[in-house]
């Protein structure tokens, strides 16, 4: 009698719950605007997600230990929490920046006790930088380190392709009906579509280098999804989507003989141009909505000078941008409540006591992807241009402290952080 068939192998469930948390968190990063609000609690949808997974990375960092201590069995009663790898074989990953980040909380706290702030300052410094640090900045990159790769890349060009859907069907109405600069709210989702544009941007250098990475049926859907990620961007007439997507587009095309992101000179040259034409783009085209959004942008820039040249040292104290701005209507703008740049908001609201380790941690990023750029293979050059392009973004956002910005962050640190894996 023959025998019978061996049974088939259970699913491997290693690291799916993680890498679901993961997709989950970045496809609800963009929107800002989606929060559980009960009471006293206001937070973002997002943020919930991300001190999930901080939790999961907790659970495996505790995993590692007892394992050390010779206590065993942790690993199966996590089940499909487990990472891919067991956590020990490599250290727990460090926060990023820690000397920066740390004297730039420092120059936070210092310049409430000198503006004799009140609660709401230091919770600012608590919920926004402090948390974005630990629980993004550890946490999250701390999981997708060890997340395999082929789970991870197909979240990404699905997460690219959801913004690509939720960018181009109100970009094409407004450029069909003759609206081609204007901002549309979308009811429930955004109050300006072209938030999701400059969401997408920095990852359009990553799903170009990653799409010869993709295996299986996921390597067919690469190179459309990358081209209708290209094409959303364009067709949502964000001047500061299309220089962050140009930037991280154009990093690796050949400069006599070198990558242009290996010239540190001609990047910077370029940034500049780019950002003098997004200031004559309006001018030369003529559009209304164009320069409505370029006078916004001025305006808020306006308000930021005033705020620094009153109190250069050590600023009006974390989170106050926004109430100048309410209480000022020579600069309030209902398109822009908060300082378009990361300069203008912590030169504004700490002074040089904040901008300078805040610049400090800046570069500690650029440095960083910069690095992985040029020694990564094909996974951590394209985490690098998406990490730069991050960090590009936050001279003309207002994601500086939110997950808008973090969650993307934490996945190209994460990747860059694992050595080649």
Partial sequence: MPAAPPAPA????????????????????????????????????????????????????????????????????????????????????????MAAWSAFLAACLLCCWLVEADGQMVYFVARKPLFCWVVYGAGVAGVVRFIPAARLLPIA??????????ILPPALWLVING???????????INNHKVFAVALAPWLGALWQWRALLTGRWSRY?????????????????????????????????????????RPLQVVALTGSAFLAM???????????????????????????????????????????TRWLMNDPRHYRIDGVDAHGVIQKVGSEIGLLGLVPYLAAYGWF??????????????R??????????????LLSTDY?????????????????????
Avoid: C
Avoid at 71 to 96: D, E, F, K, M, T
Avoid at 280 to 309: E, Q
């Fill in 157 to 166: 060009f699905l997460h690219a392709a959801w913004l690509a859907g939720l």
């Fill in 222 to 262: 690469a190179a459309p999804i990358t081209a209708l990620a290209g094409a959303a961007v364009i067709a949502s007439m964000s001047k500061a989507a299309w220089i962050t997507a140009a930037i991280s587009l154009g990093a690796f095309i050949p400069w006599r003989g070198r990558p242009l992101l290996a």
């Fill in 179 to 189: 609206y081609a600069g204007a901002i549309l709210d979308l009811p429930g989702l």
């Fill in 10 to 97: 259970p699913p491997d469930t290693t690291g799916l719950l993680p890498a679901a948390g993961i997709a989950a968190s970045l496809w609800v990063s963009a929107f800002v605007d989606w929060r559980l609000v009960h009471g006293e609690v206001d937070i973002p949808v997002g943020d919930l997600l991300a001190m999930g997974i901080a939790a999961i990375y907790g659970l495996w960092v505790l995993a590692g230990r007892l394992r050390q201590r010779g206590i065993g069995g942790i690993r199966g009663l996590i089940g499909p929490l487990s990472p891919a790898q067991p956590a020990p074989a490599q250290p727990p990953l460090a926060l990023p920046a």
């Fill in 401 to 421: 402290f939110s997950g808008a910005h973090w969650m993307p962050l934490a996945v190209a640190v994460g990747l860059v952080a694992r050595n080649n894996r």
């Fill in 279 to 321: 200031i004559a783009l309006p001018l030369v085209t003529g559009s209304a909505d164009m320069a409505d959004s370029l006078d916004s942008r001025w305006s808020l820039n306006v308000r930021a000078w005033i705020m620094f040249s009153g109190r250069p040292w050590y600023g009006w104290g974390p989170g106050t941008a």
């Fill in 366 to 379: 650029f440095v960083f992807f910069w690095r992985a750029a040029m020694e990564g293979g094909a996974l």
């Fill in 381 to 394: 050059r394209g985490a690098a241009i998406l990490g730069i392009g991050l960090q590009l973004n936050l």
